[in-house]
C-alpha cells in the first residue's frame, strides 16, 4: 500500500455543472491536477473535499468516477456559516486525513496546478509560500502596529508541514487561515528569530469565476436565518478595532511550535543566522 506524502484540503460548492467548461470549478481544478501530477506520483497525493448537504449540484456526480486516477476522498455536510466557519471545515478535514502524510495544501475551487514535483517537499516543519523572505519577514516583524503584513505576506495556496497543524492543534481560530498561517510565521521570526519559510516557485493559478456565470445559490450563508456565532471572531472585531486575544492565541501557538523545534534537537536549523 503506497501511503500519501502531500494532502490538498477543499472546502467546494459547485459553481457550474458538467456542460459548462467555459468557466473555473472544481472541474478544471481536477483537470489540472490530471495535466500536470505525473501518474507515478498520484498516490502520493490525496485530495479531501467538503461538500455542503444542501448543494443539488454536488449529488450529481461522483468525482471519483471522473478521475478514477487520483486519491479522493469526499465529506459531504451541512454548511453551517459558510465562508465564517472555514476554520472547523479544515480542521474537520485535516483530522481525516491519512496520518502519515507529511505535508498540507490549502486549495480552493478557483485554482488550478501550474506545475508539480512532489520532491520539492522537505523538512518536518516547513512552511512553502512565496512572499515569506526575511526581507518581508523583518518589515513586518512589529506585527501588533503594521498591520500591512495581512496584505503584504498573504500567500494564496501555500503548503505546510503536517507536523506543525498537529503542534498548533487548530487551524485559524478564525476564517481567514491565510493570514493566520502568516501571523504564526511572523511571530516565530519576531519573538525567536525563526523561520520556517521555503520559498518557491507558485505551483497554482488563481482562476477566478466569472460573476455573471455565479449559481444564484452559490451564497454559502443565508445571513437572513440561522447563527452568526463564530462571524466576529476574526482579527478585526469592527473596523479598525483589533482583536488583541487573536494575536495571544497565535502567539501561544507559535511557543508551542518553539518548544518542539528545541526539544526534537533541529532549532538552529531554522534560527536565523
Partial sequence: MII??????????????????SISDIFSFFDS???YIPIGERPLVEFLVK???????????????????????TFTYGRWEGQ????????YLFSHRNPNSKYIGFVSDDCQFTRFNINELIGEYSYFNTKHTLKKLEEFKDYKNNLSWITGLNDSYPIMS????????????????????????LILYSKYKISLSRIWKPIFKRHNILPEKLRKDLTWYDWTTGSKFNYDMK????????NSYYFTLVEKQAHNIYLNLKEDGVLQNYKIK
Avoid at 461538500?51 to 476522498?73: E, T, V
Fill in 33 to 35: 491536477a490530471i495535466k
Fill in 162 to 185: 503536517a507536523k506543525i497543524l498537529e503542534i498548533t492543534s487548530g487551524i485559524g481560530f478564525q476564517e481567514h487561515i491565510d493570514n493566520w498561517k502568516s501571523l504564526l510565521n
Fill in 4 to 21: 500519501p506524502k502531500l494532502t490538498f484540503l477543499m472546502m467546494c460548492r459547485i459553481r457550474t455543472d458538467l456542460k459548462d467548461n
Fill in 51 to 73: 461538500f455542503d448537504n444542501d448543494d443539488k449540484i454536488a449529488k450529481s456526480f461522483n468525482l471519483n468516477k471522473l478521475y478514477p486516477s487520483l486519491n479522493i476522498r
Fill in 84 to 91: 465564517a466557519t472555514n476554520h472547523y471545515h479544515f480542521s
Fill in 235 to 242: 482579527l478585526f472585531i469592527e473596523k479598525d478595532k483589533v
